[in-house]
């Protein structure tokens, strides 16, 4: 894979915003985890009904047809379980369980964006305020304020995007890269825009948006997010990890990045986001944050409605800086919210990275959540194929509201 394209990759699969879509193929709970097995979350269920069946068997087709190593997948309505179901391996001859803990990436946008907006609410910062005030000597912090950063609308170079970094990170895939390395990188640039005109995707913004929380609040990201979102939502799988650790049991990775089908799992995740928010978790935390993110449980309602459109609708123009694979136009149909995509009434994020693909999304309209999570095969296509499998589940459970397409 080309350098460039991996650029693409990381940048596109995280938004999603112009994907083709996928076909529907022709599937109360189901659950396959290990016999015995009595999580909270994703406690065996001994009765399928039909609708579980049908998803399930989505779920399997997908894998087989896309040559995945695994897929794990948890649906609910109105936060009743309608199918939990893991197939495929997590490695050669160990089967894949709905139990096992992967990367989640850019799930934590989500939970940054809701802490923003709960202290928005209690009146312990604006989000207009900027972010010089916390970070004062940040390049451009004086016109970058917390709403720009939340939003993606920052104009900050994405260090994601650039020649070296991926050099560097194909060179040497455990680096533990450090904040300031990051941050470096992206303020080495010039704007890509005046802050707040434009839209862009850049992981600067969420990086330096976790460094502002910890000054705003005088508490470490890590324990802020514990506080504020695993323990309201009793989220008991998900957790921070300052090294490339895993709980386990482990969902492996496999990636074919660096030009060999090689695994992935313990590559370094440290440059995806804020030291404190780089994240584990399971399939059954995902699709409960899924719910609670999508909904707005933690916030008020006017939060809620500035979650949805903190202002971003219609930005996303090229300019003569900004190359189109990075800005691209926005409509009310779709378009990025604080910190999550909004498309056709669905909120999500949909990272890809080290090999694991995955999707949360979450229809208010219809009280749908779906969590997928997916490894890949050494033929399977590039991209985040996640969105194949929740896009086929998304056309049995709502076939007016597309997920992708």
């Given at each position: 894979m080309t350098h460039t394209r991996k650029a693409w990759l990381c940048v596109a699969a995280l938004l999603a915003l112009t994907l083709s879509g996928t076909p529907a193929l022709s599937a109360t709970p189901l659950s396959t985890s290990p016999p015995g097995h009595q999580d909270r979350a994703c406690a065996a269920t001994p009765k399928p009904h039909g609708q579980a069946r049908k998803i399930a068997k989505i779920v399997r087709q997908t894998r087989e047809e896309l040559g995945l190593k695994a897929a794990l997948v948890k649906v609910t309505v109105h936060g009743r379980e309608v199918v939990t179901t893991a197939?495929?391996?997590?490695?050669?001859?160990?089967?894949?369980?709905?139990?096992?803990?992967?990367?989640?990436?850019?799930?934590?946008?989500?939970?940054?964006?809701?802490?923003l907006l709960q202290l928005a609410d209690e009146g312990r910062v604006s989000l207009d305020e900027p972010v010089s005030r916390w970070l004062p000597r940040l390049p451009?912090?004086?016109?970058?304020?917390?709403?720009?950063?939340?939003?993606?609308?920052?104009g900050l170079y994405d260090y994601v995007t650039d020649p070296g970094f991926l050099d560097a990170?194909?060179?040497?895939?455990?680096?533990?890269?450090?904040?300031?390395?990051?941050?470096?990188?992206?303020?080495?640039?010039?704007?890509?825009?005046?802050?707040?005109?434009?839209?862009?995707?850049?992981?600067?913004?969420?990086?330096?948006?976790?460094?502002?929380?910890?000054?705003?609040?005088?508490?470490?990201?890590?324990?802020?997010?514990?506080?504020?979102?695993m323990r309201p939502l009793d989220l008991r799988e998900t957790r921070n990890h300052f090294t490339p650790e895993m709980p386990r049991p482990v969902l492996h990775a496999f990636s074919t990045e660096r030009g060999t089908?090689?695994?992935?799992?313990?590559?370094?995740?440290?440059?995806?986001?804020?030291?404190?928010?780089?994240?584990?978790?399971?399939?059954?935390?995902?699709?409960?944050?899924?719910?609670?993110?999508?909904?707005?449980?933690?916030?008020?309602?006017?939060?809620?409605?500035?979650?949805?459109?903190?202002?971003?609708?219609?930005?996303?123009?090229?300019?003569?800086?900004?190359?189109?694979?990075?800005?691209?136009?926005?409509?009310?149909?779709?378009?990025?919210?604080?910190?999550?995509?909004?498309?056709?009434?669905?909120?999500?994020?949909?990272?890809?990275?080290?090999?694991?693909?995955?999707?949360?999304?979450y229809l208010p309209e219809k009280g749908v959540a779906i969590a997928v999570a997916t490894t890949t095969g050494p033929s399977s296509p590039e991209g985040n194929t996640a969105e194949a499998v929740a896009s086929r589940i998304a056309a049995v459970l709502t076939p007016d509201h597309p997920l992708f397409g």
């Open positions: 197939t495929g391996e997590t490695m050669t001859g160990v089967p894949a369980t709905t139990d096992m803990h992967m990367r989640v990436g850019g799930v934590a946008i989500g939970y940054l964006t809701t802490v451009h912090g004086d016109k970058i304020t917390l709403r720009m950063l939340g939003s993606s609308t920052s990170v194909h060179d040497d895939p455990f680096r533990q890269w450090t904040p300031r390395e990051l941050i470096a990188i992206s303020t080495g640039e010039p704007l890509w825009y005046e802050p707040g005109t434009n839209w862009s995707y850049s992981h600067a913004n969420f990086v330096l948006l976790g460094a502002a929380l910890e000054k705003i609040t005088d508490t470490r990201l890590d324990r802020l997010l514990h506080e504020r979102i089908y090689e695994e992935s799992t313990f590559w370094n995740p440290s440059w995806t986001i804020a030291p404190g928010a780089v994240l584990t978790s399971d399939i059954c935390d995902v699709a409960r944050s899924a719910e609670a993110i999508g909904s707005g449980k933690l916030i008020s309602r006017a939060a809620y409605r500035t979650l949805l459109n903190p202002g971003t609708v219609g930005k996303g123009g090229p300019t003569e800086t900004c190359p189109a694979t990075v800005c691209r136009a926005q409509t009310e149909a779709t378009h990025y919210g604080l910190g999550m995509v909004v498309r056709n009434g669905w909120v999500f994020q949909n990272p890809v990275f080290n090999g694991y693909g995955e999707v949360m999304a």
